[in-house]
């Protein structure tokens, strides 16, 4: 619980942390929630295209954190971006009809929940989560709220240079396009392996910034009807910043940054579906800490895993997903 005499020096410290990296602030503000609420988690969910998504939390020490993101779709998240009030505060799930029949007591068995809204227009929330039915000091709040305030500002700026970014990769590659049809498939009208090279510089560097996943996963297009045409309908239903790529032999690539298990697989889905074809998929996600160690780092490693997740599950059925992870070493 918070302490006063003893969290004071601590907390100041936090906020006047000078460190440019956004994911250093975001995981020290939420271990400093767990450590001084005790709660079980604290998470900050942000808004994507496709609902909330995990972006980073923290558990007390010594327990050990699912290798994946928790899902804010079915935890009380959702409900904290719509709530009337400033924030969503349950102190037992269980004794509250309105949240005892909740994904999130149900399938995640969590009890107590205080949920903030980060942003005046919120970009995601900030949550302290519990298994056991308790009741948030004022103290506790005050100290979940400034930290709300701070990430909202991180979000914001992280925001503006995301949009500067991509519009100068868009550029770039437009550009580059303009220059060079090699980067274009004459057959599919999809980005060449040279337009990948390009695209991979841009967003292997800020991979490598942000700790984000890349998603790749590869399919055959083959027994697609209208090939080159459903192909290039697909590619307006995806994400703006994910990409197609056709590697030849009838190989098709789908690069998703910022990308982890669950958000790949859905993505996966969402191209079979459009497709309307239960086309099989190799798959994998690009890691920074493994994958992209070395002063050229290179997407190569996770093509070629994906490539060979995609040769097992030709063989099996034909809605087929294979994963295939490297491991860390």
């Known amino acids: 619980m918070l302490d006063e005499s003893n969290s004071l020096q601590e907390i100041l410290a936090y906020f006047a942390d000078g460190s440019p990296d956004p994911g250093h602030l975001f995981q020290e503000g939420l271990a400093l929630l767990v450590r001084y609420t005790g709660v079980d988690r604290a998470m900050l969910a942000a808004k994507t295209p496709y609902g909330l998504e995990t972006l980073y939390w923290a558990t007390p020490e010594g327990v050990t954190a699912p290798d994946y993101s928790p899902m804010p779709a079915t935890s009380y998240c959702q409900a904290a971006l719509g709530a009337s009030s400033p924030r969503l505060v349950i102190q037992d799930a269980t004794q509250d009809p309105a949240w005892l029949a909740h994904p999130a007591h149900q399938e995640l068995g969590i009890r107590a929940y205080l949920g903030l809204p980060v942003g005046r227009h919120p970009l995601g929330v900030l949550s302290l989560q519990s298994a056991s039915p308790r009741e948030f000091q004022p103290m506790e709040v005050l100290l979940a709220e400034g930290i709300a305030s701070l990430f909202a500002r991180i979000l914001e700026v992280e925001q503006s240079r995301e949009e500067l970014r991509r519009k100068d990769e868009v550029l770039a590659l437009h550009n580059a396009v303009a220059d060079d049809h090699a980067l274009e498939h004459p057959k599919t009208q999809l980005p060449t392996r ?73 993505l996966m889905k969402r191209v079979r579906t459009l497709l309307g074809t239960p086309v099989p998929m190799g798959a994998t996600l690009c890691d920074p ?13 996770a093509i070629e895993r994906a490539h060979q997740a995609l040769m097992e599950g030709l063989g099996g059925a034909p809605d087929s997903i294979v994963w295939r992870m490297r491991q860390k070493t």
Do not use: M
């Not at 390009?198 to 027994?223: C, D, M, P, Q, T």
């Open 194 to 266: 040279r337009y990948l090279d390009i695209w991979v510089r841009a967003n292997l560097s800020r991979a490598r910034r942000s700790s984000e996943k890349i998603g790749v996963a590869i399919f055959e297009s083959r027994r697609i009807p209208g090939e080159a045409q459903a192909l290039e309908s697909l590619t307006q239903h995806l994400r703006g910043e994910d990409l197609l790529v056709d590697l030849g032999n009838h190989h098709i690539l789908l690069a998703a940054p910022g990308s982890n298990h669950q958000l790949l697989e859905g």
């Open 289 to 301: 800490e493994t994958d992209l160690e070395g002063d050229r780092p290179s997407l190569d490693p």
